[in-house]
C-alpha cells in the first residue's frame, strides 16, 4: 500500500505542475471534456444494457413492432457513441500534444538551465540517457499512462457503480437457484462477479510483479545500446585508425546481449501472465451465464433478463478487473514514472550542488578587471586542484597560463566560466562584460556554417556579410564559398579547422574577455602565430587569457602565470614573463 501511495504522489508531482501552467485553462477544459465524454460513453453503455433486456424479450415474445422501435433505439444509441468516441480520441491527442510539449519545454528547461546538464554528469548523472527521459518516457507518461490509465479506471469506477446497482437489482428479480431450490441472497450476482475479480487480481499481481523492474532494465539497456551506437557514428574515423572495428562489434553485441537476455525473462514472465488473461477473459465470457442459467432454466428470468444479466455482469466484472486487464501496461508505466523520478532528482542534486556552501561564488564586480580571492577549485569528490589567493586580469591584459598536463588548468577555465562550482572562493568579472571561452575542441550545430559560426547566437544577429571575410581571415577561403551549405561540420572538419572557425567566432561575438583553452594548439607555430596577431589587430581592446604550452606563445602575452603542483593540488602564481 505504501508503495501504492507513494508512487501515486510521484504520478502528481509530475503530472500537476502543467495544469497550473500558462497553459492550464486549455489543458483544464480539454480534461474536463474528455472526462464528461467518458461519463456519457458509460451512460450510453447502461442504456444500452437496458435496451439489450427489451431487445432479446421482443425476439423471444415475436414482437414485431417492439422489435423494430429497438432497433431504431439502438441505431440512435449508436450514432452518439460513434461520435462521442470520435471526438474523445482527438480531445484526448489535443491534449496529448499541449501537455507533452509543455512538459518538454519544462524538462528541456531544468535540464540546460544554469549548465546544470554539465553538473549532472560531473556527479555522475544518476539518470541515464537524459536525452530518452525527455524524448520517449515524457511521451510514454502522457500517451500510454496517465491518460488511458485514468480514463479507463475512471471508467471502472463509474461502470462498477452503475452496474452494480443493476446486478443488484436482477439479483432479487431472478434468486439463485441450486438444486430447484431459491436462495434469496442480497446481490449474490454482484458478489461473485466481486469475488472473481478479486481472485484473478491477485493472481495477475502475484505473476506480473517481476514485470516492473524488468521493463525499467529494458528501457534502460535499450538506451545504452542505442547511445553506443550514436558514439560509434560520431568516432567513426578514430576507430578506423586505430582498426577497432572488432572491439567495438564486441561492446556492441555485449551490450546488445544484455538487452536481448532482459528480454527473455520478460517474455517468459509475459507468458505466465498473458496465460492467466487470456483464461481469465475466456471463463469471464460464459461464468455469468453459468451463474444465472439456473434462474433462466427456472423460469424465473426471461431470455432477455439472461442477457442483460450477463451483460451487466460482465460490465461490473470488466470494472473490477481492471487492474487485471492493464497490469502489464501499468508495468510499463511504473519503469517510465521511475525514470522520470530519477530525472526530476538527478537534476535538483545538480542545482543544490551549485548552490549550497561552499561554492565557488562567480558574480559581477563593480571593477573593470576581473578579480580572483581565495579560490580554491576541487574536484566533485573534494579533493584540492586548484588553488589561487589574490589575482587580477585587468582590461586589455594578455595572459598566458601554463603547468603541467593534469595540474587543473582547464578546470580553472570552467570556474571562470561559472559551470565548475565545486571548491570555495570569489570570481568577479565586471559587470556587463562579454566572456567568451574557446576550449581546445569547439562546438557546432549541425547548422548552415553561417549560423554554426555565429552560434549561440540567434540566426541573423550579426551581418551574414562579414563572415566571408572572417573565414578567409583565418586561413579557410575555401569554406566562405560553403557559408549557407546545412552540414556536421564537427564530422567534417579536421581539428585544425574547427580551431580557426573558433577563432572567427570570436572574431564575430568580439568578447571584452576571451579564455583559450589550448584553441589553437592543432594549428602549427607559424600558423598559431598568424590567428594571435589576427586577434591583436581585430579585437585590440579585448582581455586575452591563453592556455599553451608552446615557447612561442610567450611573444603574445606580456603576463604569465603558472601552476604549480604542491601536495594538494596546485598553486597558481605570476611569474615574470618572458620575451
Given amino acids: 500500500m505504501r508503495g501504492i501511495i507513494a508512487m501515486l504522489a510521484t504520478v502528481w508531482r509530475i503530472a500537476s505542475p502543467y495544469f497550473r501552467s500558462d497553459d492550464r485553462w486549455a489543458g483544464r477544459l480539454l480534461l474536463a471534456a474528455i472526462i464528461a465524454i467518458e461519463l456519457g460513453i458509460v451512460a450510453i453503455t447502461v442504456l444500452i444494457n437496458q435496451w439489450n433486456a427489451r431487445f432479446y424479450n421482443a425476439l423471444q415474445d415475436r414482437n414485431w413492432d417492439s422489435f423494430v422501435y429497438e432497433l431504431g433505439y439502438f441505431c440512435v444509441l449508436a450514432a452518439i457513441f460513434i461520435v462521442a468516441a470520435v471526438y474523445q480520441l482527438y480531445l484526448n491527442q489535443w491534449l496529448q500534444i499541449r501537455w507533452r510539449r509543455w512538459m518538454t519545454q519544462a524538462y528541456l528547461g531544468h535540464w540546460l ?20 527521459r525527455i524524448a520517449e518516457d515524457i511521451r510514454l507518461f502522457i500517451e500510454g499512462g496517465i491518460l488511458p490509465l485514468g480514463l479507463g ?27 430447484g431450490t431459491a436462495w434469496h441472497i442480497p446481490g449474490y450476482l454482484f458478489w461473485a462477479a466481486l469475488l472473481y ?34 558514439r560509434v557514428r560520431e568516432n567513426a574515423e578514430q576507430i578506423a585508425l586505430l582498426e577497432g572495428e572488432k572491439a567495438e562489434r564486441d561492446q556492441l553485441l555485449g551490450r546488445f546481449a544484455r538487452l536481448a537476455d532482459n528480454w527473455m525473462a520478460i517474455m517468459s514472465r509475459t507468458k505466465r501472465l498473458t496465460f492467466l488473461t487470456a483464461g481469465y477473459g475466456q471463463i469471464a465470457s460464459v461464468f455469468p451465464i453459468v451463474v444465472i442459467s439456473p434462474a433462466y432454466f427456472a423460469g424465473a428470468v426471461q431470455l432477455g433478463g439472461l442477457t442483460q444479466t450477463a451483460s451487466a455482469f460482465s460490465s461490473v466484472q470488466g470494472a473490477l478487473s481492471f487492474f487485471v486487464d492493464a497490469y502489464r501496461r501499468l508495468a510499463e508505466w511504473s519503469a517510465v514514472i521511475e525514470r522520470l523520478d530519477g ?22 564586480g563593480d571593477s573593470a578587471a576581473v578579480e580572483i580571492r581565495d579560490l580554491a577549485v576541487k574536484l566533485p569528490n573534494g579533493t584540492p586542484l586548484v588553488s589561487a589567493q589574490e589575482l587580477t ?20 577555465f570552467r570556474a571562470l566560466a561559472g559551470i565548475w562550482p565545486f571548491g570555495s572562493g570569489v570570481i568577479r568579472v565586471p559587470k556587463g562584460a562579454k566572456v567568451m571561452i574557446l576550449p581546445q575542441r569547439p562546438y557546432f550545430p549541425i547548422a548552415s556554417l553561417t549560423d554554426a559560426i555565429a552560434y549561440p547566437a540567434e540566426p541573423g544577429t550579426y551581418e551574414a556579410a562579414d563572415i566571408p571575410g572572417l573565414v578567409a581571415a583565418v586561413g579557410l577561403p575555401a569554406l ?10 564537427n564530422r567534417m572538419l579536421s581539428l585544425g579547422e574547427q580551431q580557426r572557425l573558433g577563432i572567427a567566432r570570436a572574431l564575430l561575438l568580439k568578447p571584452d574577455y576571451l579564455f583559450l583553452d589550448e584553441a589553437t594548439a592543432s594549428l602549427d607555430e607559424a600558423a598559431e602565430a598568424a590567428v594571435y596577431r589576427l586577434l591583436a589587430e581585430r579585437l585590440p581592446g579585448t582581455t586575452i587569457v591563453s592556455i599553451g604550452h608552446r615557447s612561442t606563445l610567450h611573444a603574445f602575452h606580456g603576463r604569465r602565470l603558472n601552476l604549480e603542483r604542491q601536495t594538494e593540488g596546485a598553486h597558481l602564481r605570476e611569474e615574470a614573463a618572458t620575451g
Fill in 197 to 230: 475479480a478479486i481472485l484473478g487480481t491477485a493472481l495477475t499481481h502475484w505473476i506480473g510483479r517481476p514485470l516492473v523492474a524488468l521493463n525499467f532494465q529494458q528501457q534502460r539497456y535499450e538506451a545504452d545500446f542505442r547511445f553506443s551506437l550514436v
Fill in 480 to 489: 566562405a564559398e560553403r557559408l549557407d551549405e546545412e552540414a556536421h561540420w
Fill in 343 to 364: 530525472f526530476d532528482r538527478s537534476i535538483q542534486t545538480a542545482r543544490q550542488v551549485a548552490a549550497t556552501p561552499p561554492v565557488i561564488a562567480v558574480g559581477p
Fill in 393 to 412: 586580469i585587468a582590461a586589455g591584459d594578455k595572459v598566458l597560463v601554463t603547468g603541467p598536463s593534469g595540474s587543473g588548468k582547464s578546470t580553472l
Fill in 113 to 132: 538551465e544554469g549548465s546544470n546538464h554539465y553538473r549532472m554528469q560531473l556527479l555522475g548523472d544518476a539518470a541515464d540517457n537524459p536525452d530518452q
Fill in 153 to 179: 479506471l475512471l471508467n471502472s469506477v463509474v461502470t462498477l457503480v452503475s452496474f452494480s446497482v443493476i446486478l443488484w437489482s436482477l439479483s432479487a428479480a431472478a434468486p439463485l437457484h441450486v438444486f
